[in-house]
């Protein structure tokens, strides 16, 4: 039986198991990448650069170049007004981006007219904003929401002299300068939206003429063209309407017989009046306006209290206790969500109001 048992030095080992085996390859696999894991300096995790963190899902916009200005936009600090302004503009922007991709798979954009129009629309809001990385900021307003009343300038001298003559003429209640006042400040958008448009569509055309193509697209662009000026002509048309306007208000009061008090309302009725609408369109129309102007005095209501909100939160968060501070901040959190989705429903709306129009008067061509 001795002779059964075998010595160490003999040369018949047994077989290990193989759960033996397996823990040491497991051990020889696992001991090397634990060492270098904690960091030596040479290890692979000290000498390679880290990777940038992902980004974060469920950001404020589906695409990654409005996010990003977004962001640009809350570091440079535009009130809480002016941030749910844009964040409205750039949910359009989207909508239609994503409306563009649809209609690009199916093929109905051939000569690219749609998507320089998206192009364009989001050169208006870079500048609009002032996220256009000019040094002249003058669309950047400063952390007080009530600057637009707050700063009696307008850009064009014939503005101010009207604006001047309505203020010491004695025709206008308090209620009704207020009214005049925000008429003066579309206008000004009016203007400015004009000449954005106007040096986008110069940069354009200067790109298209350098441009050296083996295809004949000289049909293409000269109708891509055409539509751009017809776009600046209609906005051109709306601007010295609207200057009219405002000269015959200053000189001579409101009346009675106003129709709508909001001024893309009123820009709205007006053009509706002057397009291819039957008797009855026109009336149904004038009742949709009704609801328009009433949900763009709901949202400036909702734009008063984030106004309110936001100066009494900067007020707590100077003098106040935690507690006072997270009611606070709730509340904020609220209205700027409310006053956000109230924008966007506005501008989808004006959307629509003015493509109706518009489809009204090519029917009338």
């Known amino acids: 039986m001795a002779s059964s048992r075998l010595g160490p030095g003999s040369q018949g080992l047994l077989p290990a198991p193989p759960l033996l085996l397996l823990l040491l390859l497991l051990l020889l ?6 060492a270098a894991g904690h960091g030596g300096k040479y290890s692979r995790e000290k000498n390679e650069p880290e990777l940038p963190p992902k980004r974060e899902s469920g950001g404020e916009f589906r695409m990654e170049k409005l996010n990003q200005l977004w962001e640009k936009a809350q570091r440079l600090q535009l009130s809480p007004v002016k941030l749910s302004e844009l964040h409205a503009d750039l949910k359009m ?22 998507q320089a129009k998206l192009t364009r629309n989001l050169s208006v809001i870079l500048a609009k904003y002032g996220l256009d990385g000019r040094k002249d900021a003058r669309a950047v307003s400063s952390n007080s929401l009530s600057d637009a009343t707050e700063d009696d300038s ?73 539509s751009k000026h017809a776009e600046l002509k209609d906005r051109l048309r709306g601007i010295n309407q609207g200057y009219d306007r405002l000269r015959r208000v200053s000189h001579r009061g409101y009346g ?73 901040k709730e509340k904020y959190a609220m209205l700027e969500e409310k006053t956000k989705e109230l924008g966007y429903k506005v501008k989808k709306h004006l959307q629509d109001l003015s493509g109706r129009i518009s489809r009204a008067r090519h029917n009338e061509l």
């Open 93 to 114: 922007q989207e909508r239609d981006e994503f409306a563009w991709k649809k209609l690009k798979a199916e093929g109905l954009d051939e000569d690219g007219e749609k």
């Open 256 to 328: 009675t017989q106003a129709e709508f008090e909001e001024p893309r309302v009123i820009d709205l009725w007006d053009l509706a009046k002057s397009a291819n609408f039957t008797e009855k369109e026109l009336e149904s129309f004038r009742e949709e306006l009704k609801h328009f102007e009433a949900k763009i005095e709901k949202h400036n209501h909702y734009q008063k209290q984030l106004e309110i909100s936001h100066q009494k939160l900067k007020h707590v968060e100077s003098f106040g206790d935690r507690e006072h501070v997270s009611r606070n």
């Open 154 to 226: 307008l850009e064009d001298p014939r503005l101010e002299k009207l604006w001047h003559k309505a203020k010491t003429s004695g025709k206008f209640s308090s209620e009704e300068l207020d009214k005049l006042w925000r008429e003066f400040q579309h206008h000004q958008e009016k203007v400015r939206e004009y000449h954005v448009l106007l040096e986008t569509l110069s940069r354009t055309e200067e790109i298209q003429e350098n441009v050296i193509s083996p295809f004949d697209t000289s049909r293409i662009k000269e109708d891509v063209l055409h």
């Open 29 to 34: 696999l696992v001991g090397p990448r634990t």
